[in-house]
């Protein structure tokens, strides 16, 4: 009965000498289903090689792609937030905090820094989607506000980096607070002439999309990226009628007059820099 048992040992490979490939060196992109190299894949800042895909990424990368040498000073670092409802769905909302800070290494869905674009000092606040989803609770509106009076105190240009499903639920009236004390901040660096840009990547909405996401002195955002209030399935379904192709993609948004431009993240850094030095000059 040898047709279900191997005989030849010399083609088997035990356990022990196996080499296994090591965790986070490769990727896939979502949208080709192409693998990807993570080295490969950092220098061509999280862009797929084969159809120009942007994967989804955190401060963490953002700053390493637009910070000369991703050198910078954290702004506000320890900020976190606190429970005022005493929120409980099937957990208690300080519980699921710790396992968000505890899983992404953040202390909450933003983070700020100071540091030079090049040559061209900047401060940029980004949001992180890992991070409940990105939500916009008191710690996201409150370190928006803190960068802008930072910005403001030094003349520096702001750069906010938006990538959220919306307001935080266990934070309720306390989270949509934020709208109008984030918008009401750019109001004071639109009055003491300082530059503000806006960068929408994937995803911007809800309250986000509603307020300082918005309000830039230049709207610009990555291609493909997936822009709008409320989803295009509750859209859909309240309208009960079909949305047009590529509806709420960045260039949709671009095409219907919400957006100044589309840049691709490998020329991000150049045309950001262009931009700051034409407004210092």
Not at 171 to 190: D, I
């Amino acid at each position: 009965m040898a047709w279900f048992k191997r005989e030849n040992k010399g083609i088997i490979t035990t356990t022990e000498e196996k080499k296994e490939a090591p965790d986070g060196l490769w990727n896939k992109c979502p949208n080709c289903k192409k693998p990807l190299h993570q080295a490969e894949l950092q220098e061509n800042k999280y862009v797929c090689h084969y159809c120009d895909y942007h994967l989804r990424v955190g401060s963490k990368e953002y700053f390493e792609v637009l910070f000369d040498n991703n050198e910078f000073k954290e702004l506000f670092a320890n900020l976190t937030s606190g429970d005022p409802l005493k929120f409980n769905d099937n957990k208690p909302y300080t519980e699921r905090i710790v396992e968000s800070q505890a899983k992404t290494g953040l202390k909450d869905a933003i983070r700020a820094g100071v540091g030079k674009i090049e040559g061209q000092d900047l401060v940029i606040a980004c949001m992180d989607f890992a991070f409940i989803g990105g939500s916009m609770g008191s710690v996201v509106g409150e370190k928006i506000a803190r960068s802008i009076d930072y910005s403001i105190k030094h003349k520096i240009p702001f750069l906010m980096i938006s990538k959220s499903g919306g307001a935080r639920m266990m934070e309720a009236a306390f989270s949509l607070m934020q709208m109008a004390k984030t918008s009401a901040k750019l109001a004071l660096l639109s009055q003491a002439k300082i530059p503000y840009i806006s960068l929408l990547t994937d995803p911007t909405t809800g309250g986000v999309t509603a307020s300082y996401a918005m309000l830039g002195d230049i709207n610009i955002a990555e291609p493909g990226a997936l822009i709008g209030f409320a989803g295009p399935r509750v859209i859909k379904e309240t309208i009960k009628k079909d949305l047009p192709k590529g509806f709420q993609t960045s260039e949709f948004v671009l095409e219907h007059g919400f957006l100044d431009f589309i840049v691709d993240r490998r020329a991000m850094k150049a045309k950001l820099a262009a931009f700051i030095k034409m407004m210092n000059n």
